[in-house]
């Protein structure tokens, strides 16, 4: 398999040796073994499409010197100027000089004239193999935004929809040569599969079935979402606020050891740091989840995260009121008073009205760089070179790699922080298994006398507690009857 799209990757990237009809027709019968198996191939069948190059404005080649008048009527006319009055001694010495001037040229013209293509055919070529392509890319995204029991894949398989990321990389790659006719149905398309199917703020069981779609596959459809906007700029009447909603309840869903922590990253970057201007309540939504979401996951995820709210709270002034220590998040108000934490719309989680207490806990991360940031971060309303705090150029992405190079090398890794022995110690008690032998044995006899003797110890419990109560009522009816005997005794 590697052998033949190795093959077909160098096909595609030296069109010229063939002029591009091979590539025409690997794309169609790519496009059709896509279709006959029902998009159920390995990802290799379509991430060959990544090697090709697609010409915007095909430059006119120049007209053959064969073909130009001009230059033939001055050949001609300094070949008769050379022929006039030819001495004896250089006759046969010129006469081999213009044999030679003239083969080298009629050899030119003819490599030009053979390897020349025609512009319109050319770009012919190029429509006929974009339009496969992207017929490949649109039924693997139908396909994929197919329930489960329709798309005939079992919820719990791993590879539902093998073909996908590659669809994605290759849409993100070409979204500039989309057509616009298309561009709502690929965006609906896009939002409905970062959505796993259902609307923002709907749940699964008042919608029915998902997709079962990974959190690294949702992450993508909402970062080609944002390329594809961003190449088009005549879209910018499709609102991109559910992919904002879907990646918002994302960050929650997000687990180090299942999940792809470089496209985390990429998403941060595209959709929060790359020089967009975001709504103050949306914003402050964001700095304040991953503000949260820095304390749950690893010194890489972690690193990213305060990157990105670093470069929130800097584009944002209203929103370093959340560094404020005053009850309800500083002195800006937003439209809700009090933070929804389990809010799904970031607009209107109410996050103005809360404070960044996880910065405190941050501080002592135990990882250096992660707790720089954060020391950093909390000083961004108070000091005056808030501008030149450490990591200022860095993106989301640099600084999740720069993590994990420390982490993957050996001399520079930066191990979690010991258990102490206290907690090890209770830890180990509380763990310890009942009834259980050194040699991994259970012997029912042994079970059966701990449970008896449980119960037992219960029961005696609960019958103290009932002959206690049964006690203080008889005390208490002894006391009334001594006190009705005194009264009695006085009238």
């Known amino acids: 398999r590697k052998n033949c799209c190795s093959s077909i990757k160098s096909l595609f990237t030296n069109e010229g040796k063939h002029g591009g009809e091979a590539t025409v027709e690997a794309v169609k019968l790519i496009a059709e073994l896509v279709k006959t198996n029902d998009c159920q191939l390995h990802p290799d069948s379509v991430e060959v499409f990544l090697s090709l190059s697609f010409e915007e404005d095909l430059v006119k080649p120049k007209i053959s010197d064969l073909n130009d008048p001009k230059k033939n009527k001055k050949f001609k006319k300094r070949k008769g100027s050379d ?12 006469k081999k000089e213009i044999i030679s001037k003239t083969r080298m040229e009629v050899n030119t013209d003819f490599k030009t004239a053979s390897l020349a293509q025609d512009p319109l055919e050319r770009k012919t070529m190029q429509s006929q193999i974009l339009s496969s392509v992207f017929e490949t890319f649109f039924r693997i995204l139908k396909h994929a935004t197919q329930p489960i029991d329709e798309a005939g894949a079992e919820p719990g398989s791993s590879e539902k929809h093998p073909l996908l990321v590659p669809c994605l990389d290759g849409i993100g790659k070409f979204s500039h040569l989309i057509d616009m006719d298309f561009m709502a149905d690929l965006m609906h398309c896009l939002r409905k599969l970062a959505g796993n199917g259902l609307n923002p703020g709907d749940s699964l069981e008042n919608s029915g079935t998902s997709l079962r779609l990974s959190v690294s596959e949702r992450l993508r459809c909402c970062i080609v979402a944002f390329k594809v906007m961003r190449s ?32 985390l990253a990429e998403a941060l970057k595209i959709m929060l740091c790359d020089d967009r201007h975001h709504d103050m309540q949306r914003a402050a939504a964001f700095i304040k989840r991953l503000s949260s979401f820095s304390l749950c996951f690893g010194s890489a995820e972690a690193m990213a995260a305060l990157v990105t709210v670093k470069h929130l709270l800097q584009k944002n002034v209203k929103c370093r009121s959340l560094l404020e220590n005053d009850v309800g998040g500083g002195s800006v108000a937003g439209t ?3 933070y929804q934490a389990k809010a799904t719309d970031p607009n ?143 009238k």
């Open 83 to 94: 022929d006039t009055n030819p001495t004896p001694d250089n006759a046969k010495k010129l």
């Open 336 to 338: 809700v008073a009090r």
């Open 348 to 490: 209107q989680s109410g996050a103005l009205a809360s404070v960044l207490w996880e910065l405190n806990l941050l501080v002592k991360h135990y990882h250096p760089s992660v707790s720089s940031v954060a020391s950093a971060i909390s000083t961004v309303n108070t000091t005056a070179a808030a501008t030149s705090v450490v990591h200022h150029h860095v993106s989301p992405q640099q600084a999740y790699s720069d993590v994990v190079h420390e982490n993957d090398s050996s001399s520079s890794s930066y191990p979690p922080p010991r258990d102490s022995k206290r907690a090890k110690k209770s830890r180990k008690e509380r763990d310890e298994p009942v009834g259980t032998c050194s040699d991994d044995s259970i012997d029912e006899e042994v079970v059966k006398e701990k449970v008896g003797e449980y119960f037992r110890v219960v029961g005696e419990v609960e019958e103290g507690k009932r002959l206690r109560f049964e006690l203080e009522r008889k005390r208490k009816m002894l006391k009334f009857y001594g006190e009705y005997n005194k009264e009695r005794k006085k």
């Open 232 to 263: 088009n700029l005549d879209a910018l009447n499709i609102d991109l606020q559910d992919f904002y909603v879907h990646f918002y309840n994302l960050i929650l869903d997000y687990r180090p050891e299942r999940d792809q922590g470089e496209v």
